[in-house]
């Protein structure tokens, strides 16, 4: 592939790549995204550069960038000089070879020291969190910006696992602007009810599922079990999103404005990950990818009827995409104790690596107690943001906490 390299001032055809193998996954594939050669030929050694993760390489390379050929080539750990005459084999056969030094082990940027010493090799290095590329040829070193993104699924392919087809993005909600509208309306409303909310909606929902005889596309409830909960229901109504609502003895009866409203009351906790997404995606330029309800599927081998067998599998609420970077977040509307925080962790570390964020969303405010002053000390030891106190934020006050992870 040719590259406009402006910098330089001069076309540039960018023909083979040597990336030094890092075990960091998001480091091995910057300057492919980026330059797309014709090849690169990855340099590690036997105890990182692991079949899985090669593998996941080439997952990642057919979804994203199908023509470039890799080549993966083990260099002996404690063998100096067996590195520098396979570096040298390399800058001999492939003129032009540029290196990628993100990654890579001491042995190896060694070797490749010792031959900068005597020979102009072309250097660059991508740091994926500043989104800074440092080009180094000669003497001379030019810094200048990355723009170049992956996808939420791509990231989660890279590290080798697969989006299910039970991802929310996938499957449950369609954010048209009518939707993003109710949203913020039923959230308006959530923030009135407090507590209440979940309360009223698992209420509802249990008189829904357990009255039986219901017509198609109704619900018919009796009066009495729903208590206070019935204010809930008016209030829907009057905003649109509850139709026909009528009392008859000792029943109800009404129909959701849609599917999607029906499962927000279905289960309480999905207004505030709702919330959360359509805030963080109103403006599209602030994050390159979103998605709601992430189901992760750990080993990218998804078991069914077909092909039986166990499935790791983890649900993330919201993942926004930083153009390389991911942001993991996990929303609760009731308490959240350290086993949200540990699982966030685990999936995080798991699929984003160091370069990913994360954050613990709660809708109430922390107190003061002793517990929750441990909890929040083991989420800044764990990098966890905590953006607690969600009802009281304004949409603008909630996206600048976000900007900020």
């Known amino acids: 592939m040719w590259h406009k390299d402006e910098r330089w001032g001069f076309m540039e055809r960018t023909k083979v790549l040597v990336e030094f193998y890092s075990e960091e996954p998001l480091e091995n594939i910057m300057a492919m995204i980026k330059y797309r050669p014709e090849k690169i030929i990855f340099l590690g050694h036997k105890y990182n550069m692991i079949t899985k993760k090669i593998n996941d390489i080439k997952q990642f390379r057919d979804h994203k960038c199908p023509d470039v050929e890799l080549e993966f080539i083990e260099v002996p750990k404690d063998d100096l000089d067996g590195a520098i005459e396979l570096l040298t084999g390399i800058i001999r056969d492939n003129p032009g070879v540029r290196f990628e030094l993100t990654g890579g082990s001491e042995l190896i940027l060694i070797a490749l020291g010792c031959i900068a010493a005597r020979m102009n090799i072309s250097k660059l290095r991508i740091d994926p969190f500043t989104g800074k590329e440092i080009d180094i040829r000669g003497n001379q070193v030019v810094t200048s910006d990355y723009h170049f993104s992956i996808s939420i699924e791509e990231d989660i392919i890279l590290h080798g696992g697969v989006l299910t087809s039970h991802t929310g993005s996938f499957c449950e909600w369609k954010f048209t602007p009518e939707f993003r509208e109710d949203i913020r309306i039923m959230w308006d409303i959530c923030k009135r009810y407090r507590g209440n909310w979940n309360k009223y909606c698992a209420t509802i929902d249990e008189l829904r599922k357990n009255t039986p005889n219901q017509r198609e596309g109704w619900v018919e409830i009796y009066k009495n079990p729903l208590g206070d909960a019935i204010g809930l229901i008016r209030d829907l109504e009057e905003e649109g999103l509850v139709k026909d609502y009528t009392e008859f003895g000792k029943k109800i009866s009404f129909r959701f404005k849609n599917n999607m409203i029906r499962k927000v009351i279905g289960k309480a906790g999905n207004i505030l990950e709702l919330h959360v997404y359509e805030v963080a995606t109103r403006d599209g330029y602030l994050f390159s ?117």
């Open 289 to 405: 990818d979103a998605i709601i309800g992430a189901h992760i599927d750990w080993d990218g081998e998804i078991h069914d009827a077909d092909n039986p067998g166990y499935d790791t599998l983890n649900e993330i609420d919201v993942i926004l995409m930083k153009d390389v970077c991911p942001i993991f977040i996990s929303c609760k509307s009731g308490k959240a104790g350290g086993h949200a925080l540990h699982e966030l962790e685990t999936v995080s570390r798991k699929f984003g690596g160091k370069y990913a964020r994360k954050a613990l969303i709660l809708a109430k405010a922390c107190d003061d107690t002793t517990g929750t002053k441990f909890f929040k000390q083991r989420a800044k030891d764990m990098h966890i943001w905590i953006i607690d106190d969600v009802y009281r934020l304004s949409d603008e006050q909630l996206l600048n906490k976000l900007k900020r992870i």
